[in-house]
């Protein structure tokens, strides 16, 4: 299989202090002259937007009941215009890159839990199979009201994510509202070290048709290395036809999800990228190079799966891989 690199979607914050960086070309029937007081006005306008900005951040170290740091302001101030934007954008500083990246790797200290932002509540994606929350009975879908007694309302995903962390053995309380259900129930969970081990339970379940089974609970670095080891074993074991368990899969990296597709087809389209910008239209093909042999294929999906997830489903079922 041809090899790309390893990309994660990481907002960078550029202050674009001329209108004319946008580099957007248009056919303006006006004449020189006009066009150069448009142009000026829109200059104006930006840079006047940026000195009030500016003004804020002055009243802020001058007049703000604590001192405050230039740096602080400006990462606040970063994540705001995020929060404004969709429940997925969100602004990664060097911690969140570092707590991100031992993520992917697959250990870390906690209760086994991927939550989202949206409209202002934290929501639970899904926890991860055989986690601490797992067990505790969280579920997809829960609402997380409070933490430890503090409301969760308008918090930061930071602010949550560093909220749930913690040293091992240590315990914390979510008060939260099942999915359809309106009263709040308290769930008391222990945090333990989180091993999310990619692939899980490879196995013939049936001897006499060689059916395998194989269930991905995320999509890391090593995911698909993991999955080619799992299936070659269970293609010696004479596996006649396979069922591809996504379950609570919340996803993770792209380019693991795009591999593994591509291990199940030949050729077509994967899943394309498209932006504002031309560099951010992509389109990921498959290749015939390490593709598996065609056996029969089934994909399990339930409403924790997402992302990566959907993605490995979607393009197996446009193409007419699996069995639906």
């Not at 500016?54 to 929060?83: C, F, P, W």
């Not at 503090?150 to 999915?179: D, P, Q």
């Not at 031309?278 to 089934?298: D, E, I, M, W």
């Amino acid at each position: 299989m041809k090899q790309r690199p390893s990309f994660f979607v990481v907002f960078i914050i550029l202050l674009l202090l001329n209108a004319n960086a946008f580099g957007q070309a248009k056919v303006i029937e006006k004449p020189l002259t006009e066009v150069k007081e448009d142009v000026k006005e829109e200059s104006k306008s930006v840079y006047e937007e940026f000195e009030e900005f500016l003004r804020i951040v002055k009243e802020l170290q001058d007049k703000y009941v604590d001192e405050l740091k230039l740096n602080t302001i400006l990462t606040n101030a970063y994540r705001g215009m995020l929060s404004g934007l969709d429940p997925y954008s969100q602004y990664f500083g060097t911690e969140e890159l570092e707590d991100l990246k031992i993520e992917t790797e697959g250990e870390f200290e906690g209760l086994g839990i991927e939550v989202i932002i949206k409209e202002g509540l934290l929501i639970v994606i899904t926890p991860i199979l055989d986690s601490p929350a797992f067990k505790a009975g969280i579920l997809v879908g829960d609402r997380i009201i409070r933490i430890d007694g503090a409301s969760t309302e308008n918090m930061s995903i930071r602010e949550a994510v560093k909220k749930l962390r913690g040293k091992l053995g240590t315990k914390i309380t979510l008060t939260v509202v099942h999915e359809g259900d309106t009263a709040p129930v308290d769930i008391t969970i222990e945090r333990a070290k989180i091993y999310v081990n990619s692939i899980r339970g490879a196995r013939i379940v049936d001897d006499e048709y060689k059916i395998g089974y194989l269930a991905v609970s995320n999509f890391q670095e090593n995911t698909v290395k993991d999955m080619d080891i799992a299936v070659q074993d269970l293609l010696k074991n004479g596996m006649k036809s396979m069922v591809l368990d996504l379950r609570f899969n919340p996803g993770g990296l792209l380019n693991a999800a795009v591999d593994m597709a591509d291990k199940f087809l030949e050729k077509g389209i994967i899943v394309s990228t498209r932006g504002r910008d031309k560099t951010q239209n992509y389109v990921y093909q498959a290749h015939k190079k390490g593709t598996y042999p065609r056996f029969p294929l089934v994909i399990l999906v339930n409403n924790g799966s997402a992302s990566a997830s959907e993605i490995v489903a979607g393009a197996l079922k446009d193409h007419k891989r699996v069995y639906c």
